[in-house]
């Protein structure tokens, strides 16, 4: 049965198309993850399911008996009550039961008789409706829910008037899923968590028996959750079975087949023309005019377009010494009321150059605090931090907002580096701001432009060393791919704090991670250390690096390299380009055939014999 379907839905901001003719239906027990740019509609979409947003056009069918749980990317709760108050809202019909019971067991006590009789009776029914309800189990079940979402004591007692947005969020999604809905529409619900959240969301979400509409930008969540995923662009919705990773494996497929289908269709269209300019006059004008008539009824294709990347050359990295940073005795923390106030003690380490270090730790736990001390914004409580010879650090803030709103885009570079105009367009084009973007004024970018642009006016100062605090906050897929680029291009040394497990996974050659007081040090990628901390059971999902090398910096230096013993032969890496070549094929029949079982066994072969060309050539060339 449906829980909600739509028809020939079509959704317009004035003049401008949202999208059009959109037909779904979501089933029981489906799990799907809703992806699109910044500004393709998605948020717009839920809210025409739930009946808050009209549309123009279309039909939406929803059963009366469909219950529904939403969270909006922010919280609009308010009233008087606290945090825990607000969850307690989803129990609303076992408190109006334990009400009832107290009056009733108060008319008990206050009567005799028949009144007895009858009150004795109404509170038997009561505790019998009480213990199918959940009544014994509802407050376990909501301090699961509480823990689980990272929600203190402390937390729970503050006036909702009182906390912030984030924190109304994650205590509107505990109440959504505690009314256990038969369809839960979530919009960015990772935004606010930390891993610890994050973990606790996905196998929540993984066992959930009920059906769920996610939106998310967290490839990483989507791979260990959906089961469908649903594409929102340009005005249409295209479904795809599998998860985010097997969605790109068929959505490439479909991009091939257009770019052909388009190829074949200009053959035509130019072999067409060239006919009827030849023969429009001569013996054979008529078949012309009759090309010419079936040319003009043809539905023409469009042309696919072309994913723009980040391109970044590192030749302006200035070379530094092998030691980039070393720390001493180091104790992290800040002071506050002239009293300091130490958070942990950083193990004394090396950062090597060209390797990439990812921070990481649940909210709270003192990241940015770490990487201030370590670029000098913060006095360590005590110790050193000793930077290497030649080391030019770049600094991007978490939530950085430094560019005045009525710069455009090119005095926001020019701001930073004098310029002639030539020279910054070619850079900023770069990062593609072209043509008249770059007088668009920096009030009316995304969040993704204004990273893009962040990152422009960082990179423009040439630093061989960049700090990073949370670099995809608020970036959509294409945004976040981008970056990966740019980042996995740059030459330099990277250290980066961030929640994106899917960076940190392409990135990182070793993880800092903080737990409460211990900071530990792992020389490894995030997989590799998932497994050093035997919790790899709660990461199954597979990371698709979408047919690409390793982008781990490693690749480019490991923090110890160790030569390698065993020289690798032309001939080894001619074979796995070859095997490569020959899984890509089956790729192609396997996502003609919609089998998502095949793509799936393929799509792991190809990503081991991509580490293993890369370590190979990686190899080849250290020998």
């Excluded at 901001?13 to 699109?36: L, M």
């Excluded at 377009?305 to 302006?316: Q, W």
């Amino acid at each position: 049965m449906a829980l909600i379907a739509g028809s020939q839905l079509s959704l317009y901001y004035s003049d401008i198309e949202i999208f059009s003719n959109v037909t779904f239906e979501v089933k029981e027990k489906t799990h799907i993850g809703i992806v699109g740019p910044n500004g393709s509609g998605k948020t717009s979409f839920l809210k025409v399911l739930m009946g808050n947003l009209d549309h123009d056009k279309g039909e939406i069918f929803k059963p009366d008996s469909t219950k529904v749980g939403y969270v909006p990317q922010t919280s609009l709760q308010s009233g008087n009550g606290t945090i825990k108050n607000q969850i307690e809202d989803a129990f609303k019909g076992i408190l109006d039961i334990e009400q009832q019971m107290q009056d009733s067991a108060i008319a008990i006590q206050n009567s005799s008789g028949a009144q007895r009789k009858h009150a004795e009776t109404n509170y038997a029914n009561l505790l019998d409706k009480y213990e199918s309800n959940g009544g014994y189990t509802y407050k376990n079940t909501m301090d699961k829910v509480v823990s689980g979402l990272g929600l203190s004591e402390e937390l729970l007692n503050t006036p909702i008037k009182k906390a912030s947005g984030g924190e109304r969020t994650r205590a509107a999604l505990a109440k959504a899923l505690l009314t256990d809905p038969d369809l839960l529409i979530l919009d960015e619900p990772t935004n606010y968590l930390d891993f610890k959240g994050l973990n606790w969301l996905e196998t929540f979400l993984s066992g959930f028996s009920n059906s769920f509409i996610i939106v998310s930008h967290d490839r990483y969540f989507l791979d260990n959750v959906s089961k469908q995923i649903w594409e929102i662009d340009k005005g249409t919705l295209q479904i795809y079975k599998g998860n985010y990773s097997q969605y790109k494996i068929l959505k490439s497929e479909d991009e091939k087949r257009l770019a052909r289908e388009y190829e074949k269709q200009q053959v035509y269209i130019k072999k067409t023309e060239d006919f009827i300019a030849r023969y429009h006059a001569g013996q054979r004008s008529k078949e012309a005019r009759g090309r010419a008539k079936k040319l003009s009824k043809i539905d023409k294709l469009s042309e696919p377009t072309k994913d723009k990347h980040i391109k970044i050359s590192g030749s302006n990295v200035t070379r530094t010494g092998e030691i980039i940073l070393r720390t001493e005795s180091l104790k992290v923390g800040y002071e506050t009321n002239s009293t300091k106030i130490e958070l942990f003690n950083v193990p004394d380490c090396e950062i090597i150059k060209k390797t990439a270090t990812a921070i990481i730790g649940n909210n709270g736990e003192g990241k940015t605090t770490l990487i201030k001390t370590i670029i000098g914004d913060i006095e360590p409580i005590s110790g050193k931090v000793h930077t290497g010879h030649n080391v030019s650090i770049g600094y991007f803030r978490q939530g950085a907002d430094n560019i005045p709103d009525n710069f455009t885009v090119l005095e926001a570079l020019l701001d930073i580096k004098n310029l002639d105009i030539g020279e910054a367009r070619n850079f900023l084009a770069k990062f593609l701001f072209i043509r008249d973007e770059i007088f668009n004024q920096v009030k009316s970018l995304s969040g993704g432009e204004r990273g893009r642009l962040e990152l422009a006016r960082l990179l423009i100062k040439s630093p061989n060393v960049l700090v990073l605090d949370e670099p995809t906050t608020h970036l959509d897929i294409p945004s976040r791919e981008a970056l990966e680029t740019m980042l996995s291009e740059f030459e330099g040394t990277i250290i980066f704090v961030s929640h994106d497990r899917h960076l940190i996974s392409l990135l990182a050659d070793n993880i800092w991670a903080i737990n409460g007081s211990n900071v530990s040090q792992f020389e490894g990628n995030y997989t590799e250390w998932l497994e050093h901390n035997e919790i790899r059971e709660n990461q199954t999902a597979k990371i698709s690096t979408d047919k690409k090398p390793n982008l781990s910096k490693k690749n480019k230096k490991s923090v110890t390299t160790k030569k390698s013993t065993f020289k690798i032969t032309d001939e080894l890496i001619e074979k796995l380009e070859s095997d490569l070549k020959f899984i890509e094929k089956e790729l192609e029949v396997a996502s003609k055939d919609s089998n998502i079982a095949r793509i799936t066994e393929l799509g792991e072969k190809h990503r081991l014999l991509s580490d293993k060309l890369n370590q190979a050539v990686e190899n080849w060339e250290r020998n």
